[in-house]
């Protein structure tokens, strides 16, 4: 358990790199990136959704 505590601590999440990763494909903006890494899990499920 301390192994996934620490890894949690380290950097942003799973969730976090995959919307900046999708928004970037689909926008090439860092704005819109960084804005969609905020929201993460949110942006991810509505581009599911959407797309």
Do not use: D, E, P, Q
């Not at 990136?33 to 942006?43: D, K, P, R, T």
Request: net charge positive; proline share 0%; aromatic share 20%.
């Amino acid at each position: 358990m301390s192994n996934s505590n620490t890894a949690a601590k380290a950097g942003i999440g799973f969730g976090s790199a995959l919307a900046i990763t999708i928004s970037w494909s689909a926008n090439h903006s860092i704005l819109w990136a960084i804005l969609h890494g905020l929201f993460s899990w949110f942006y991810v499920i509505y581009y599911a959704i959407r797309y």
